[in-house]
């Protein structure tokens, strides 16, 4: 037998012999590469065949990448105009598609925007094809669409959204900007009640990770909307008051109120600190006759604070004023001005605080008109009926500031109330003693649920005063000499105080963290996004 006939292997590509397993390995692979090609073709000849059935073609589909183009003749309806009034009238939309199901030739899904929620319904029909409903089924969620159709009223109200007595029966849906299929967090369960324990919910930082995601939740919008509403509100009841906005440096020289707790960052060749506080430029201003100011700005502090209601950059609203005698003109003014500010967040507002106590349930904030003043002492003497020890001249624990608060709301029935005349050892070297009784000083603090949102004083003027003080707290004088300065050329009487934004939103929503009233917070351990 030659050696031909008992060969048992054949020539590969590369001239090499191929064995026995690898030939078969070979036409498998041309046996799934041909059954692959058929599938292709197949599925090609379909969509001929459905493009031509397609009664729908033109009516959905992925949107071109809006780059301002063309001007469409088109004017989009915000979800919150969908009411009864428009029944029947045909309108174009756009929102995110936030939950979506389909139950044999229809799909119903939600739109969301901000903080309104409509029902779409997509069936088929004369003009929805087969195709149309397997489009919508597979729009991803979160992504953003345009939708066309026509307002319908409902029957029974639709409580899982916003606009309840209408839905929108669809004719056109186009992805304007498709969303990833894999999300880091619903925001379905992002938007869940506390109350609901059973079901899936996202904590905090991841919340915080994906904030972008986070923010799109009804509640996100409405808490924020709700903040910037304090932030409007001091600014219109100031400005009313004869007020002026100023705007102060946040690179500083040196720590704004003497401390250790400062930023240093590098400043061309030389140190400077972030700002903890506006006060130097406050009194500067007012030594400059403005007389009335406030300013709204980041503020800086260094603390190493990991707990619930501290941050190391929060919002500052911060006001100084002059007086005539007595620095309770300011003390009057600044509890009139939150006064203004929770009377404004209930007529204006009440829409977004009932949105944010479905998911974060809390009793209706209280207060007064005027607002309720207490002596130190006084608070002291409530604390002590009620088992608490502590000294005439001590400052106040943060629990001891709670269980005055629940005390002060059991006896007064108000959430908002000033604790006035502080022990002077207590507060900074600048605040002014009491002339009646040195123990104390002209200071005062305001809290909300029985923590503190607002801190100040009426300030020492006098620049050799001022300078005294400082020695007996044991301040260097060279350090604040800049500071002392501003007082050797004629320093009118001043107060004033500074409150924190976040911290106000927190506890007037009756909020546990402080993060959740930031919408990018930083704190010892977070620095993004």
């Known amino acids: 037998m030659s050696d031909s006939e008992t060969k048992t292997d054949v020539d590969g590509q590369d001239g090499k012999p191929t064995s026995k397993k690898g030939l078969k390995k070979q036409q498998k692979e041309a046996e799934k590469a041909a059954k692959k090609q058929q599938r292709q073709d197949q599925a090609a000849t379909e969509a001929t065949g459905d493009a031509k059935d397609d009664c729908s073609a033109g009516l959905y589909g992925n949107f071109p990448l809006i780059q301002s183009k063309d001007k469409p003749d088109r004017s989009l309806v915000p979800l919150r105009d969908l009411t009864p009034s428009i029944a029947g009238r045909k309108v174009w939309v756009r929102g995110r598609l936030y939950t979506s199901r389909t139950v044999g030739k229809q799909c119903f899904f939600v739109l969301r925007y901000q903080r309104f929620t409509v029902q779409a319904l997509v069936f088929v029909g004369e003009n929805v094809s087969k195709q149309m409903l397997k489009f919508v089924s597979a729009i991803t969620k979160e992504s953003i669409i345009d939708v066309e159709g026509v307002v319908q009223k409902v029957g029974n109200k639709i ?7 209408v839905e929108l029966h669809v004719t056109q849906v186009w992805v304007i ?94 140190s400077a600190y972030l700002a903890q506080s506006p006060q130097l430029y406050k009194q500067m201003a007012v030594c400059g006759d403005f007389d009335k100011v406030f300013t709204v700005g980041a503020v800086f502090r260094a603390e190493d604070s990991n707990t619930h209601r501290h941050m190391t950059e929060f919002v500052g ?80 624990s943060t629990p001891n500031e709670k269980l ?23 507060r900074p070297f600048y605040t002014m003693p009491d002339p009646n009784n040195l123990m104390y000083s ?37 350090k604040i000499k800049a500071y002392v300065d501003a ?14 934004l976040e911290r106000v939103t927190m506890l007037y929503l009756g909020l546990d963290n402080i993060r959740k009233a930031s919408m990018f917070p930083r704190d010892p351990k977070r620095l993004e996004p």
Not at 185 to 211: G, I, Q
Not at 487 to 500: D, E, K, L, Q, W
């Open 159 to 165: 409580e899982s959204c916003s606009q309840q007595d």
């Open 404 to 426: 005055l608060g629940r005390l002060v709301k059991a006896k007064y029935d108000t959430d908002f109330y000033i604790l006035d005349k502080y022990p002077l050892a207590v």
């Open 177 to 270: 900007s498709a969303s990833a299929p894999r999300l880091p967090l619903l925001v379905e369960d992002a938007s869940r009640p506390a109350t609901e324990e059973d079901l899936a919910k996202v904590n905090l930082d991841t919340r915080l990770d994906n904030r972008v995601l986070d923010l799109r939740t009804v509640t996100n919008y409405a808490l924020f909307t709700i903040e910037a509403g304090v932030c409007q509100l001091f600014r219109d009841t100031l400005t009313q008051k004869g007020f002026v906005e100023i705007h102060t440096p946040k690179i500083i020289c040196a720590a704004s109120e003497g401390g250790a707790n400062v930023f240093e960052v590098t400043y061309f060749k030389r």
């Open 487 to 500: 007082f050797r050329y004629g320093a009118p009487p001043h107060a004033g105080g500074g409150i924190g």
């Open 317 to 396: 609203l911060d006001l100084e004023m002059a007086f005539q005698y007595h620095y309770h003109e300011v003390l009057q003014v600044i509890g009139d001005l939150f006064v203004q500010i929770f009377k404004g967040l209930e007529e204006r507002f009440s829409a977004e605080i009932a949105t944010v106590c479905k998911q974060y349930p809390s009793e209706p904030f209280k207060f007064l008109e005027p607002s309720l003043v207490l002596s130190f002492s006084e608070g002291v003497k409530m604390l002590r009926e009620n088992g608490i020890e502590m000294a005439d001249d001590e400052d106040l």
């Open 442 to 478: 002209n200071s005062y603090d305001m809290f909300m649920r029985g923590e503190e949102i607002l801190s100040g004083a009426q300030r020492v003027h006098d620049p050799d005063f001022l300078c005294e003080r400082a020695k007996h707290h044991g301040v260097d004088l060279e």
